[in-house]
């Protein structure tokens, strides 16, 4: 018996895989010739775990002289093909050597990894020739293609329309732009196929509050943080108390609310004699990073420190300053410091008041990665 061993490399072609060999063999005995030469095999795969396979051996056997086999295989796939798999051989073939006119062919291979790309492929294969030869063949290869037929394209994803079910009045944006009903919002949604990211309704609810407007008009009461800047078509709220109210005509309204470094705005519909309440969402931490052991400010973050100081409002800032944990305890608590006051000079040379921008304590961040612990967090809080 002869063990061979072969490297093989296949490209895709189709549901084609075109496999070329080096063989190496050496003779288990002395009676058995070592053998040099190289081989090939093309496949098909007309179902998604079986290939059809035409093989293809040749070469120089010492002292026996030239050598040539080829035959057919059929390749069974026990796994499926996004797997990695274990397949079962068989076939048969003519040998043109003296005294071996043909043999049969069994084996088994292994594919290490998922149909889809490079996969090694580890089989063997023992060939028995009647009244011959007969030999076990080791391949070592690496298998390049499509296991099976193509998969079928994906479907068009199909777009839903937005349903709203809140009685009232919805808001429908571009290119219709206008409060309608709820039933007449659920056929325009539907015409359109659209779908809204966010849903803006006026429901009964809430338009119908326990203090009336008055006849002609209609009221809306704007809550938030003292900090914040609120204006309504261009006139400013006093939000000293949390919270302030405006009388206004039916119809449109546009509220703009900036402060702790966030702007928000929205299109409110009013109605005569109803109240409409809007509540402002707080705003979020900013996250500054910085290099490894630097606590230096890029471009990019002066950057983002100017649009949170644009933003600010009447917000106070609490800047806290974190590390990643590389490197020794003093080191870290010094470079958190520095990083904390970086930002916060930056902020105040940025335009915010420096009674509003206070440095605070250090903060870890376990569950962050290393990248997002190397930082200063500008915290916004309500002012004492």
Not at 121 to 141: D, H, I, K, T
Not at 304 to 325: K, Q
């Amino acid at each position: 018996m002869i063990a061979w061993v072969a490297l093989a490399l296949a490209a895709p072609r189709g549901d084609l895989e075109v496999a070329v060999r080096q063989v190496v063999g050496f003779g288990a005995n002395r009676d058995i010739p070592t053998l040099v030469g190289v081989g090939g095999s093309i496949a098909y795969a007309p179902w998604k775990r079986f290939q059809l396979e035409a093989a293809i051996d040749g070469g120089g056997r010492w002292g026996r002289g030239a050598w040539f086999g080829v035959g057919p295989r059929v390749r069974w796939f026990l796994g499926p093909p996004e797997k990695p798999a274990l397949s079962l051989l068989a076939g048969g073939g003519i040998e043109i050597a003296p005294g071996t006119p043909g043999f049969v062919a069994v084996g088994a291979a292994m594919d290490a990894l998922k149909s889809e790309g490079p996969r090694p492929r580890l089989q063997f294969e023992y060939l028995a020739s009647p009244g011959g030869e007969s030999r076990g063949l080791l391949s070592v290869g690496m298998q390049i293609g499509r296991r099976g037929p193509p998969p079928p394209p994906e479907p068009e994803p199909v777009i839903e329309p937005t349903r709203v079910d809140a009685r009232g009045m919805v808001w429908v944006p571009d290119p219709v732009c206008q409060w309608l009903p709820t039933d007449e919002a659920n056929a325009e949604l539907e015409r359109l196929s659209l779908q809204l990211p966010e849903v803006h309704v006026i429901s009964e609810a809430l338009l119908r509050g326990p203090d009336r407007a008055g006849d002609q008009a209609a009221r809306l009461f704007v809550a938030g943080s003292p900090g914040d800047r609120v204006t309504v078509d261009g006139v400013t709220l006093d939000l000293a108390e949390g919270y302030a109210w405006t009388d206004l005509p039916e119809g449109r309204a546009d509220v703009v609310a900036t402060g702790g470094g966030r702007t928000l705005s929205w299109p409110v519909g009013l109605a005569d004699g109803h109240v409409v309440w809007l509540v402002l969402d707080g705003p979020e931490a900013t996250r500054i990073r910085f290099g490894p052991g630097s606590a230096v400010l890029t471009p990019e973050s002066r950057a983002r420190i100017a649009e949170v100081a644009r933003l600010a409002g009447d917000w106070t800032f609490d800047v806290h300053g974190s590390a990643s944990p590389e490197g020794t305890e003093n080191v870290n608590r010094d470079l958190e410091a520095r990083r904390a006051r970086a930002v916060a000079d930056a902020l105040i040379a940025a335009g915010v008041a420096a009674e509003r921008v206070r440095v605070g304590a250090s903060r870890a961040y376990p569950d962050l990665s290393p990248e997002d612990q190397r930082a200063a967090v500008i915290l916004p809080v309500e002012a004492p």
